[in-house]
C-alpha cells in the first residue's frame, strides 16, 4: 500500500542541522524505514541531485502538501514537459460518475503564450478524493503513526483529518474574512511556487524580431500628416536648443580682439570668454598710470583697488565661504605678507588690511629703514588699527607652514634690493616654507624672481610674465577707457561683471 503515495508532494522537516527538504515521494521502504524524494528542494533552492533519501530518524516533521490522483505519479509525474511546472498543474482530479475519481488532461499548444497559474488559483480549486485515495489515507495514516511511535518523530496533520471528512467532500472556501482576504493578498504577491519559475531564459531577440518597427512608425506618420499635427520630431528635423543664457535672436559675430595696443605685444592671453589680452611693455604700463594719475586716479586710489583686488582672490585662494564661516572659528587662515620699501610693497599692506578686516591672521614682513615712504607710511598706519601683526625679521615669522604667502618683495626698480641680507633671508624662508605663493604685481620675465609664484596678479593690462610666474591673473583698477585711448590703446573691458579674472597663455 506504500506505492499509493508514489507522487505525493511532501515538506520533510530535518531539524535545523540539516533543515526543510520538499518533494514529490518517489519511494517509501517499509523495511529499512526511509523515504524517497525526486527533484527536492533544500530550503527553498533547488537541489543538484536528483534524488534524496531520507531516513526515520532523521525525520522530526512530516507534512503532505499535495495527493495526487489515481495515476498521476505516472501521467504527470514522469512527463518531460511538465518538469518544472508546479504539480498538479495540466492534471486535474475529478470525480466521475461512478464515484472512483478520473484524470482530466488539459491540451497544451506550443504556439500560444502559456499562462502560468498562480498559486492563490490552485488553492482555490475544489479537491474531490475518492474511495480509492481515502483508503489509502487511512493506511498512510497507521503507518505513519507507526513510524512517530517507534522512531520518535511527529507529524503534523493539518491538510485533512480521516475520522471527520467524507471521501467525496468537497474542501470548502474561505469568503467574507477580512483575515482570509489579506492570506489571499500575500499568496496572490509572494505565493508562487518556485517550480512555476521556468528554466529557460526569455528570448528577448526573438520577440523583438516580431516588432516591425517601420510599419508602426509609417502608420504613425500617416495619421499625423492627415490629422495636420505634428508631436514628435523626426531624426532629420531637429528643434534648435538653447542654453538659458543663449539669445534667441541673431546677434553680429563676436569680435574677439577688443584690445589692440600700439606695439607688437610680447605675449598674448585669452580670458576664459576667448577674449584677447595683449601685453605691455613695462614703460607703456607705467605712463598709463601717469596719465591716469594725471586725470584723478591718485596712487592712494589706485593703492586701494589694488588692495580689494588681490584681497578677494586671496579669500578665493584660502577656500572662501566654505572655510571663512562662523562655524570655522577654530579653522582661521594664516597669511604671510612678505612686502618690500616700496610701492609695491604699500599694495601689499593695503591687500593685508582687508584681509585682516575679514578675520584672516595677517603676519606683515617689512624692513626696518629710517626713511619710508609717504603711501607706506600711510598704509602702516591703517594695517596698526587691525588685529594683523608686523615684524621687521625673519625669526619672527612662523616655523611652521601658512595657508598663504603673498609676495610683495619685488619691484620694478631697485633691482639691488636683491643684494640685502634681509631679502636674502626672506627668499630662504618662502622657499621652505611650501607655501602657495601669490605675487601682487610681479616684474616682467626679464628679471628674475627669489620666489616662484603660483599665481600672479596683474594691474589693468598684463605684462610680459614668464613661466615662474605661474597662473596670471587680471584685476580690474578703475582706469577709464579714455585714458587708455590717450596711450594709444582701444581698449574695451573683458572683465564682464567681475574685477578679477584668469588668462590663459595662447
Same mark, same amino acid.
Given at each position: 500500500?506504500?506505492?499509493? @503515495?508514489?507522487?505525493?508532494?511532501?515538506?520533510?522537516?530535518?531539524?535545523?542541522? =540539516?533543515?526543510?527538504?520538499?518533494?514529490?515521494?518517489?519511494?517509501?521502504?517499509?523495511?529499512?524505514?526511509?523515504?524517497?524524494?525526486?527533484?527536492?528542494?533544500?530550503?527553498?533552492?533547488?537541489?543538484?541531485?536528483?534524488? +534524496?533519501?531520507?531516513?526515520?530518524?532523521?525525520?522530526?516533521?512530516?507534512?503532505?502538501?499535495?495527493?495526487?490522483?489515481?495515476?498521476?505519479?505516472?501521467?504527470?509525474?514522469?512527463?518531460?514537459? /511538465?518538469?518544472?511546472?508546479?504539480?498538479?498543474?495540466? %492534471?486535474?482530479?475529478?470525480?466521475?460518475?461512478?464515484?472512483?475519481?478520473? +484524470?482530466?488532461?488539459?491540451?497544451?499548444?506550443?504556439?500560444?503564450?502559456?499562462?502560468?497559474?498562480?498559486?492563490? $488559483?490552485?488553492?482555490?480549486? $475544489?479537491?474531490?478524493?475518492?474511495?480509492?485515495?481515502?483508503?489509502?489515507?487511512?493506511?498512510?495514516?497507521?503507518?505513519?503513526?507507526?513510524?512517530?511511535?517507534?522512531?520518535?518523530?511527529?507529524?503534523?496533520?493539518?491538510? @485533512?483529518?480521516?475520522?471527520? #471528512?467524507?471521501?467525496?467532500?468537497?474542501?470548502?472556501?474561505?469568503?467574507?474574512?477580512?483575515?482570509?482576504? /489579506?492570506?489571499?493578498?500575500?499568496?496572490?504577491?509572494?505565493?508562487?511556487?518556485?517550480?512555476?519559475?521556468?528554466?529557460?531564459?526569455?528570448?528577448?531577440?526573438?520577440?523583438?524580431? =516580431?516588432?516591425?518597427?517601420?510599419?508602426?512608425?509609417?502608420?504613425?506618420?500617416?495619421?499625423?500628416? #492627415?490629422?495636420?499635427?505634428?508631436?514628435?520630431?523626426?531624426?532629420?528635423?531637429? *528643434?534648435?536648443?538653447?542654453?538659458?543664457?543663449?539669445?534667441?535672436?541673431?546677434?553680429?559675430?563676436?569680435?574677439?580682439?577688443?584690445?589692440?595696443?600700439?606695439?607688437?605685444?610680447?605675449?598674448?592671453?585669452?580670458? $576664459?570668454?576667448?577674449?584677447?589680452?595683449?601685453?605691455?611693455?613695462?614703460?607703456?604700463?607705467?605712463?598709463? =598710470?601717469?596719465?591716469?594719475?594725471?586725470?584723478?586716479?591718485?596712487?592712494?586710489?589706485?593703492?586701494?583697488?589694488?588692495?580689494? %583686488?588681490?584681497?578677494?582672490?586671496?579669500?578665493?585662494?584660502?577656500?572662501? *565661504?566654505?572655510?571663512?564661516?562662523? !562655524?570655522?572659528?577654530?579653522?582661521?587662515?594664516?597669511?604671510?605678507?612678505?612686502?618690500?620699501?616700496?610701492? !609695491?610693497?604699500?599694495?601689499?599692506?593695503?591687500?593685508?588690511?582687508?584681509?585682516?578686516?575679514?578675520?584672516?591672521?595677517?603676519?606683515?614682513?617689512?624692513?626696518?629703514?629710517?626713511?619710508?615712504?609717504?603711501?607706506?607710511?600711510?598704509?602702516?598706519?591703517?594695517?596698526?588699527?587691525?588685529?594683523?601683526?608686523?615684524?621687521?625679521?625673519?625669526? $619672527?615669522?612662523?616655523?611652521?607652514? +601658512?595657508? =598663504? +604667502?603673498?609676495?610683495?618683495?619685488?619691484?620694478?626698480?631697485?633691482?639691488?634690493?636683491?643684494?640685502?641680507? @634681509?631679502?636674502?633671508?626672506?627668499?630662504? @624662508?618662502?622657499?621652505?616654507?611650501?607655501? *602657495?605663493?601669490?605675487?601682487?604685481?610681479?616684474?616682467?620675465?626679464?628679471?628674475?624672481?627669489?620666489?616662484?609664484?603660483?599665481?600672479?596678479?596683474?594691474?589693468?593690462?598684463?605684462?610680459?610674465?614668464?613661466?615662474?610666474?605661474?597662473?596670471?591673473?587680471?584685476?580690474?583698477?578703475?582706469?577709464?577707457?579714455?585714458?587708455?585711448?590717450?596711450?594709444?590703446?582701444?581698449?574695451?573691458?573683458?572683465?564682464? %561683471?567681475?574685477?578679477?579674472?584668469?588668462?590663459?597663455?595662447?
Amino acid at each position: 500500500m506504500a506505492t499509493d @503515495w508514489l507522487g505525493s508532494i511532501v515538506s520533510i522537516n530535518c531539524g535545523e542541522s =540539516l533543515g526543510v527538504y520538499q518533494g514529490r515521494v518517489s519511494a517509501v521502504d517499509q523495511v529499512s524505514q526511509t523515504i524517497s524524494l525526486t527533484r527536492p528542494f533544500h530550503n527553498g533552492v533547488k537541489c543538484l541531485v536528483p534524488e +534524496v533519501t531520507f531516513r526515520a530518524g532523521d525525520i522530526t516533521e512530516l507534512k503532505i502538501l499535495e495527493i495526487p490522483g489515481p495515476g498521476d505519479s505516472r501521467q504527470c509525474g514522469d512527463s518531460q514537459q /511538465m518538469d518544472t511546472a508546479v504539480p498538479g498543474v495540466g %492534471c486535474q482530479v475529478g470525480p466521475s460518475q461512478n464515484g472512483t475519481g478520473k +484524470v482530466l488532461k488539459k491540451p497544451m499548444s506550443s504556439s500560444a503564450p502559456q499562462n502560468i497559474p498562480r498559486r492563490t $488559483d490552485m488553492k482555490s480549486q $475544489d479537491i474531490v478524493i475518492s474511495p480509492q485515495q481515502q483508503c489509502s489515507k487511512s493506511y498512510m495514516d497507521r503507518h505513519m503513526e507507526s513510524l512517530s511511535q517507534s522512531k520518535g518523530f511527529r507529524r503534523r496533520h493539518n491538510s @485533512w483529518s480521516s475520522s471527520s #471528512r467524507h471521501p467525496n467532500q468537497v474542501t470548502p472556501k474561505k469568503s467574507g474574512l477580512k483575515n482570509g482576504q /489579506m492570506k489571499s493578498k500575500d499568496d496572490e504577491c509572494f505565493g508562487d511556487d518556485i517550480d512555476e519559475i521556468p528554466d529557460t531564459d526569455f528570448d528577448f531577440e526573438g520577440n523583438l524580431a =516580431l516588432f516591425d518597427k517601420a510599419a508602426v512608425f509609417e502608420e504613425i506618420e500617416t495619421y499625423e500628416r #492627415r490629422s495636420g499635427t505634428r508631436s514628435r520630431g523626426t531624426p532629420n528635423e531637429k *528643434p534648435a536648443r538653447y542654453r538659458h543664457d543663449e539669445n534667441i535672436l541673431e546677434s553680429e559675430p563676436i569680435v574677439y580682439r577688443r584690445i589692440v595696443v600700439p606695439q607688437n605685444p610680447h605675449k598674448e592671453f585669452c580670458t $576664459d570668454s576667448g577674449l584677447v589680452v595683449p601685453s605691455v611693455s613695462y614703460e607703456l604700463h607705467k605712463k598709463l =598710470l601717469a596719465v591716469a594719475e594725471k586725470h584723478g586716479l591718485t596712487l592712494e586710489r589706485r593703492l586701494e583697488m589694488t588692495g580689494v %583686488c588681490a584681497s578677494q582672490m586671496a579669500l578665493s585662494l584660502l577656500g572662501g *565661504p566654505n572655510r571663512l564661516n562662523p !562655524k570655522n572659528v577654530h579653522q582661521r587662515p594664516t597669511v604671510a605678507l612678505l612686502c618690500g620699501p616700496h610701492v !609695491k610693497g604699500a599694495q601689499g599692506i593695503s591687500c593685508g588690511r582687508h584681509l585682516s578686516n575679514h578675520d584672516v591672521h595677517v603676519i606683515l614682513f617689512l624692513p626696518n629703514f629710517v626713511k619710508m615712504l609717504e603711501s607706506i607710511t600711510n598704509e602702516l598706519n591703517l594695517f596698526s588699527k587691525t588685529q594683523g601683526q608686523q615684524v621687521s625679521s625673519v625669526k $619672527d615669522l612662523p616655523d611652521t607652514p +601658512v595657508d =598663504l +604667502v603673498i609676495n610683495c618683495l619685488d619691484c620694478h626698480e631697485n633691482a639691488f634690493l636683491r643684494d640685502q641680507p @634681509w631679502y636674502k633671508a626672506v627668499v630662504d @624662508w618662502a622657499n621652505q616654507n611650501r607655501a *602657495p605663493v601669490l605675487s601682487i604685481d610681479p616684474p616682467i620675465s626679464e628679471m628674475e624672481l627669489g620666489i616662484d609664484a603660483k599665481w600672479s596678479l596683474a594691474l589693468g593690462l598684463p605684462l610680459p610674465l614668464g613661466e615662474r610666474a605661474g597662473r596670471v591673473y587680471l584685476c580690474d583698477i578703475g582706469i577709464p577707457q579714455k585714458v587708455f585711448q590717450e596711450v594709444g590703446i582701444n581698449y574695451h573691458s573683458p572683465f564682464g %561683471c567681475k574685477f578679477v579674472i584668469p588668462l590663459h597663455s595662447t
